[in-house]
């Protein structure tokens, strides 16, 4: 399964995140806390520069789990019509 490693390494750290970080988003690359975001957009922006199409896990810190669904990162066109 993907993104195994960075679930369990969430739901390891999720008791001990609840306790100053209740609410906030986690990004997580492999077993490793990158740092916590006030919204996904935010979270998601730095995994995107950070990671670009890599897989990384971004989960809100709740008591019970919620489920949201981003777009794929993705580059349409060449390389030399990027700057």
């Known amino acids: 399964m993907k993104l195994q490693r960075e679930l369990r390494f969430f739901n390891e750290n999720k008791a001990e995140w609840l306790k100053g970080h209740a609410g906030k988003y986690a990004l997580v690359k492999g077993d490793a806390l990158v740092a916590f975001f006030p919204t996904k957009w935010a979270a998601y922006d730095k995994a995107l520069r950070k990671f670009g199409k890599q897989p990384f896990l971004i989960k ?24």
């Not at 809100?60 to 700057?83: C, H, K, M, W, Y």
């Open 60 to 83: 809100r810190i709740t008591e019970r789990d919620e489920v949201a669904q981003l777009p794929s990162f993705s580059v349409v066109g060449n390389s030399s019509d990027r700057l």
